[in-house]
């Protein structure tokens, strides 16, 4: 995977987001956000964890990978220290059972 599909947490966020700490909500998702309009070559057609596209309206958040392929960022998660961990996105029910 390349930095350019998996989106990191620090991005969203500002900071780098602490193993465990809880990731954010966000939404409602705009019609012309990238997770609702997607292409034949989109790898995030979907939640992953139910399998349903993303829709306009919907609310999601980011569940963390961990450090991907990055040795310096692998480095510091051995280490116990904060890295930037690739984060896939999920809708927010599916991540917190939460249906609001
Ligand atoms: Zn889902």
């Excluded at 309009?37 to 963390?64: H, I, M, N, Y």
């Excluded at 392929?69 to 809708?91: F, K, Q, T």
Aim: charged share 20%.
């Amino acid at each position: 995977m390349s930095d350019d599909e998996v989106p990191k947490l620090q991005s969203i966020s500002g900071r780098p987001i602490l193993p465990g700490e809880a990731t954010p909500k966000m939404g409602p998702l705009a019609q012309n956000h990238s997770l609702v309009v997607t292409t034949e070559a989109s790898r995030w057609q979907g939640c992953p964890a139910c399998r349903k596209p993303f829709a306009t309206g919907d609310f999601v958040t980011l569940v963390a990978l961990g450090p991907g392929d990055d040795p310096a960022e692998r480095a510091r998660a051995r280490e116990g220290r904060p890295y930037n961990s690739l984060a896939i996105p999920v809708h927010w029910a599916c991540s917190t059972g939460e249906e609001t």
